[in-house]
């Protein structure tokens, strides 16, 4: 309840009459917390992801092509999101073999291979200059196109994108499925002598953290309006969420409070004073979280 | 009935024999004592037949069907359950939980949750830890992770318990428990094959002895028998006969 009392709130935030810049960062923000609540997903089965820019690049590619080829806005962020999702299964089903960092390592390689594959396959992707020109969501008919600077659609749509991830985390750590995760995560071979059989629930994992990082990716590419390689496939989107998550500790809303603040400081704050350094921020908390992670017991 | 049978089951870590053809039969409702030092493979031959060690040669069959490289889930879901020498529970997680994890994932389980937490109850009366079920695994004494531990291994109803040391490290009253315990199990109709140093316990529950030593069976008989005999002396002091 209290997450709807938030959402609700920060649905309203447009109506202020915030400047169209502020609702482009606020957008931005939210499509971060949504990944890192997504990579959180995965860490609750002790599953290490260095690539979920591997699902948000195939959900801002898989939604740009869909709208490039005359499908609506709704339509194509659905295909979009059900990319990633089948990407997510197929790295779950290598993730039924490794674990730890050779699977992180995995994910990571993953991303770099898609962002070779979108480089180079000029026919489809259109190389390294993207895709250009997917049209934008449309505003709510309620609120008034100029009053945000034609961004309260985008901003509304990455709102409803962070909800649905913290909904589904919040079903999945309840369900049976989370109780499979978690036995995973604190003990995969005590899991198997248990009849617990790991791989379902590791592509379920996966699927479900590809599924909302792709809606993300997806909801990305029409609120800029172009999708390029060394962008959606970057290391950006794969690293950023693991320092979000990582800063935001273990509860369901955590990380994406913390992607919030993290992001929001890092462009209103540091992006202003240090331009050069606006990306300092990133490298430390890097830093830190590497130092921090094994105590956090967040490698299996 | 033939409840399980291992055929010439053999291991190798490099160059070192771990399993050197080992061959018995184990039937319903017998309580088996492991016996054999550090090292004869006991715990190697837990591992093969609870599924985490596939031989390199030889078969495990199960009530008639060869089970030999099928994964521990599996195995498991077969009847196959198995206690650690050192527990290792999830942590994180509560006693009530770590045990729901067996009731839910097993074969033939309880369909509702109720259901399942009322079983999980069950279980934590047998072994004695409804006090802790909120707890933390992660918290409990050495004693308590052993109850759990045992909790666990009947999760899935097994039909054959293999168990790693039950009774070392606990107090003489806790061997005493124990051995009430292995009563209790036989009576409710497991097999058991457990691995056990404390000769007083074996000579009390035990049907049989099987004593492994360097990889190889060496004894197999009654207790009386097998406990007094010189093999045994052999295999624990190496003394020459």
Redesign the interface.
């Known amino acids: 309840m209290k997450l709807a009392a938030a959402l609700l709130v920060l649905a309203a935030l447009p109506l202020l009459g915030l400047p169209a810049y502020y609702l482009y960062l606020f957008s931005m923000a939210y499509l971060f917390a949504t990944l890192a609540t997504a990579w959180n997903l995965l860490a609750y089965g002790g599953l290490v992801s260095f690539g979920q820019a591997a699902f948000f690049g195939l959900g801002a590619y898989g939604a740009a092509l869909a709208s490039l080829h005359g499908a609506s806005p709704w339509l194509a962020i659905t295909l979009g999101a059900a990319l990633a999702a089948a990407g997510g299964a197929a790295v779950g089903l290598a993730a039924g073999r490794l674990n730890g960092a050779a699977l992180a390592l995995a994910t990571l390689a993953t991303a770099e291979l898609l962002r070779g594959v979108a480089l180079n396959w000029t026919a489809l992707t259109g190389g390294g200059s993207g895709l250009v020109g997917i049209p934008p969501v449309p505003s709510l008919p309620a609120i008034p196109l100029e009053l945000g600077g034609g961004r309260v659609g985008a901003y509304h749509l990455s709102l409803a994108t962070l909800g649905a991830a913290l909904t589904l985390s919040a079903a999945v750590v309840r369900s ?1 499925a989370g ?2 995760l ?2 995973l ?3 995969e ?10 791989l379902p629930w590791k592509v379920l994992a996966f699927s479900l953290s590809g599924v909302a990082t792709g809606l993300a990716g997806a909801v990305y590419a029409h609120m800029l309006g172009a999708v390029e390689p060394d962008v959606v496939f970057g290391r950006l989107f794969s690293i950023a969420p693991l320092v979000m998550a990582t800063l935001g500790g273990r509860s369901l809303p955590g990380p994406a409070a913390a992607a919030v603040t993290f992001y929001l400081v890092s462009e209103l704050v540091f992006h202003p004073l240090a331009p050069a350094l606006h990306q300092l921020p990133y490298a430390l908390a890097l830093i830190a979280v590497a130092l921090v992670l094994p105590a956090s ?1 967040r490698m299996p | 009935m033939t409840l399980l049978e291992a055929r010439g089951i053999s291991v190798a870590y490099g160059g070192l024999v771990a399993l050197g053809g080992v061959d018995f039969a184990i039937e319903e409702r017998q309580v088996i004592a492991l016996l054999g030092p550090n090292g004869s493979g006991k715990t190697t031959l837990f591992d093969v037949l ?3 060690r596939r031989p390199a040669a030889g078969d495990v069959w199960l009530r008639g069907e060869c089970v030999t490289g099928l ?3 599996q195995l ?2 077969r009847g196959v ?2 206690t ?1 020498q050192i527990p ?6 509560t006693v009530r ?1 770590n045990v ?3 009731v ?4 033939r389980q309880p369909r509702t949750r109720a259901a399942r937490l009322r079983e999980v109850e069950r279980l934590l009366t047998i072994v004695g830890l409804t006090g802790r079920a909120g707890a933390a695994a992660a918290t409990l004494s050495l004693g308590e992770r052993k109850r759990l531990e045992l909790a ?1 291994s009947l ?2 109803r097994p039909a054959l318990l293999l168990l790693d040391e039950l009774a070392s490290g606990l107090s003489p009253k806790g061997r005493e428990e124990v051995v009430r315990f292995y009563a209790r199990l036989r009576a409710d109709g497991l097999t058991i094959v457990a691995v056990e140093h404390s000769f007083a316990v074996l000579a009390e529950v035990a049907d049989r002895v099987l004593v492994l030593d360097r990889g190889t069976l060496v004894a197999d008989g009654p207790p009386a028998a097998v406990l007094d005999s010189p093999t045994l002396r052999t295999a624990y002091l190496g003394e020459e006969e």
């Open positions: 049976r109780l499979a978690a036995a995560r604190e003990g071979t005590r899991g198997t002598l248990l009849g617990l059989r790991p017991r | 609870s599924g985490l994964p521990p889930w498991a879901r359950g198995r650690f290792e529970p999830f942590g994180a997680l939980d729901l994890v067996g839910t994932f097993q074969a666990l999760s899935g």
